[in-house]
Nanobody, 126 residues
């Protein structure tokens, strides 16, 4: 069974920093692009950043220069370092992977698509 388990987040004052982690568990063979999204109540989920399997990164304009996405393939973990946080960054943050290749004991190599983490709350006070 494949899971994406998020950690980090919490409450921080404006101007502070937080780091989110997204760890894949299970018999993982490969992980494609990892993305971070965020959502506030009554608003559509917003894309924040993405990192491809070869390390290429992209950011939403709202976080460019403040957030850094990275990954450690050996640890099967992706990170979102958030600096210079603003109250408008307050949201539930989700990590997602578009494609995961994993080993099933009965069926061999299998591919799963659009896996999401459980979400983690980030609150930035003014």
């Amino acid at each position: 069974q494949v899971q994406l388990v998020q950690s980090g987040g919490g409450l921080v004052q404006a101007g502070g920093s937080l780091r989110l982690s997204c760890a894949a568990s299970g018999s993982i063979l490969s992980i494609n692009t990892v993305s971070w999204y965020r959502q506030v109540p009554w608003k559509q989920r917003e894309w924040v950043a993405a990192i491809s399997s070869d390390g290429g990164t992209n950011y939403a304009d709202s976080v460019k220069g403040r957030f850094t996405i990275s990954r450690d393939n050996g640890k099967k973990t992706a990170y979102l370092q958030m600096n210079s946080l603003k109250p408008e960054d307050t949201a539930v943050y989700y990590c997602t992977v578009d494609r995961i290749l994993f080993s099933d004991p009965d069926m061999g190599a299998r591919e799963a698509v659009n896996y999401w983490g459980q979400g983690t709350q980030v609150t930035v006070s003014s």
